[in-house]
């Protein structure tokens, strides 16, 4: 009788459903998972490294580039954290801009993660729709900061600027007639909050045609029903957070429990899911966007009736006006030993925790009195989801992986770092 | 928040009663610190205590601290791992700091068992900091490359490392050399004494 023996199979680092650069080692039984082994790294940049080498103010781009997914998210906790350090007052208009973007890139988040999910089971129309929308999110992100993905637009003591009055306009061309010019143009004649509000208008219909596209499709439901069930005990003991833990019907949600910002002044509700699987998950995600819509809604009431400052008035931390620089000796200096050698950050350390689209991002910052930090430990949630790999995957089919591996949303540039 | 963390370090104070070497209350956060020998029992005691239900294990990490304040440390402080502890029934939070005794070969008590989320964020402390976990069950490095030497988050690891990788013509595979970057500093780091700035500051 010939020997019998396990499967392994190599699966990544490149793969279209690895979400980036994944390696997983699956010992395999015919078709069933015994042990999976993620292999992660491949993506890791040294960014708490290299967050020590920099100062406190240019370490925020660093965060971008960690969930290049959910970019201003990131920058959030860092700030958050600098902030508690510095003992510093963040003005009210710059902690509602933070809450919607916040929100705004929750919905980013989200319809990456449900596109890219459906697609990878195999509803290829999903991520066309998905990415449709995240390109007038993108948009937004391009006009209040001047980047599409990595802004940098929260700084210590609030946000870089205000919110743009007008928008940027498609430009006529030979490829575009008058009208069709008329018609993409139209959102933008107003100012950044008119957009943003327009696409959120048409927004829940757009969630009611995702909607119509998985929720009861019956495929969608075979391959997600079911799959990679997770007790709320056992996600607790992992260290679960977020939809993860929310699908697993615990009501855990940073935003109510721990709220920063202006949270706890905003009316929503935390959807929570039941039995802890894959479809339970994506619901509570699809519900958090319409839940994230109603928050950025009262953003738009709040700002277009309380104009304000949107960077902390110390300028110890903050940079001085452009004429104040020009024009005063004192400016002058700030502006000058701001960008030179950076503030300094009393000695003492803190962790900042903020709701993260995937679970909760924390930045544990030291300082030990210098210009630079003395180290930064970044809490991403993927990296912690995705050691549950093992455990969620055994006794699954090789192909419930892609399905497991999209639920988990994971982005590596948050895994490895 | 306030009483609420006061009565966290109440409790802490009655239930680890002369096992805590500091307990410290500073921006809205607690942190204790305990030696390497309470370690597991302390972390165990705040996970299972009525009171206490630490159910959560948020986050591990090892932290370097021989340059701490450009100041010299005595030995046995130099690596400590620091837990961030979530209680989802009392709604906080908690930070739990553990120094290995020895700075040549840190050892510390692993707390896998207690808390399974602990199996990655162990095995990425002993990668970057190389600090080791008896007990843990797969200590294997994570993020660093296979065969990677040395540990990138110590203080003596210089940013650009050790070894760069490219692509050799000749031998048409790809290779290690020792780096030919040089290592370069645009802002110095600078730790002001205190008051540096304020008006009438001499």
């Known amino acids: 009788m010939s020997e019998i023996r396990n499967y392994t199979l190599n699966f990544g680092p490149q793969h279209p459903a690895a979400h980036g650069v994944l390696r997983l080692v699956l010992e395999l039984d015919g078709e069933v998972v015994e042990r999976a082994d993620p292999h992660i790294g491949m993506l890791h940049r040294g960014t708490e490294k290299l967050m ?32 508690k350090l510095l003992g510093i007052e963040v003005p009210e208009r710059a902690q509602y801009i933070r809450v919607m973007f916040d929100e705004i890139t929750r919905v980013m988040s989200h319809l990456m993660l449900i596109g890219s999910h459906a697609f990878d089971i195999g ?3 999903m991520i066309l729709y998905t990415f449709r929308e995240r390109e007038a999110l993108f948009d937004v992100y391009e006009a209040v900061s001047g980047a599409r993905m990595h802004p940098a637009y929260y700084r210590p003591g609030g946000v870089y600027r205000d919110l743009p009055d007008s928008m940027p306009k498609y430009k006529p061309s030979r490829f575009k007639s008058e009208k069709q010019l008329k018609e993409i143009n139209a959102a933008r004649e107003g100012s950044l909050l008119d957009y943003i509000e327009d696409f959120f208008e048409r927004f829940p219909k757009c969630c009611d045609d995702y909607e119509t596209l998985l929720t009861e499709n019956r495929i969608w439901k075979q391959r997600t029903v079911g799959i990679g069930v997770m007790s709320p005990e056992r996600a607790l003991a992992m260290g679960f957070t977020g939809p993860m833990l929310r699908g697993s019907g615990i009501a855990w949600d940073l935003r109510r429990k721990q709220p920063y910002a202006v949270y706890d002044r905003l009316d929503f509700d935390i959807p929570v899911g039941k039995n802890g699987d894959c479809y339970d998950r994506y619901l509570c995600r699809m519900e958090e966007m319409r839940q994230s819509t109603r928050i950025i809604r009262q953003c738009i009431d709040w700002l277009r009736k309380n ?7 110390d300028h110890k931390v903050t940079p001085p006006k452009r004429e104040r620089v020009r024009g005063d000796m004192e400016g002058l200096i700030h502006h000058f030993k701001l960008f030179s050698e950076g503030f300094h950050v009393p000695e003492g350390e803190v962790y900042a925790a903020i709701e993260h689209p995937k679970g909760e991002f924390g930045v544990y910052a030291i300082s030990d009195g210098a210009n630079k930090p003395y180290r930064i430990r970044l809490r991403s949630a993927g990296f912690i989801h995705l050691a549950a790999m093992d455990e969620l995957a055994r006794g699954h089919m090789i192909a419930d992986v892609v399905a497991l591996m999209g639920t988990l949303d994971v982005v590596f540039g948050d895994v490895d770092r | ?53 630490f159910e959560q294990l948020m986050d591990i990490c090892g932290v370097d601290y021989s340059t701490y304040g450009n100041a010299a440390r005595e030995p046995g402080r130099r690596f400590a791992t620091v837990l961030h502890l979530l209680s989802i029934e009392h709604n906080w939070r908690l930070r739990l700091r553990v120094f290995s005794a020895d700075d040549d070969f840190p050892v510390l008590d692993s707390v896998c068992e207690l808390w399974p989320s602990a199996n990655w964020q162990e095995r990425e402390a002993f990668d970057l900091c190389g600090i080791m976990y008896s007990g843990h069950p797969d200590l294997r490095r994570i993020l660093t490359d296979y065969g990677f030497v040395g540990h990138p988050l110590r203080k003596d690891f210089p940013v650009s490392g050790y070894t760069e990788m490219r692509y050799d013509d000749e031998a048409g595979r790809l290779v290690y050399q020792p780096v030919t970057i040089e290592p370069r500093e645009n802002t110095p780091r600078v730790v002001r004494e205190a008051g540096y700035g304020d008006a009438g500051h001499v």
Do not use: N
């Open chain 1, 52 to 83: 020590e080498t920099r100062t406190w103010l240019q370490a925020v781009p660093f965060l971008d580039r960690l969930d290049y997914m959910a970019m201003m998210c990131s920058e959030h906790a860092y700030c958050l954290a600098v902030e």
């Open chain 1, 123 to 125: 509803a290829m129309t």
């Open chain 1, 307 to 313: 104009p304000g400052p949107v960077i902390a008035d």
């Open chain 2, 1 to 53: 928040m306030s009483a609420k963390l006061e009565r966290l370090s109440q409790i802490l104070r009655i239930v680890f009663d002369g096992r805590l070497h500091s307990l410290a209350e500073d921006r809205g956060e607690v942190t204790i610190e305990v030696s390497a020998e309470d370690y597991l029992e302390v972390a165990r005691t705040l996970r299972d205590h009525a009171e206490l239900r």
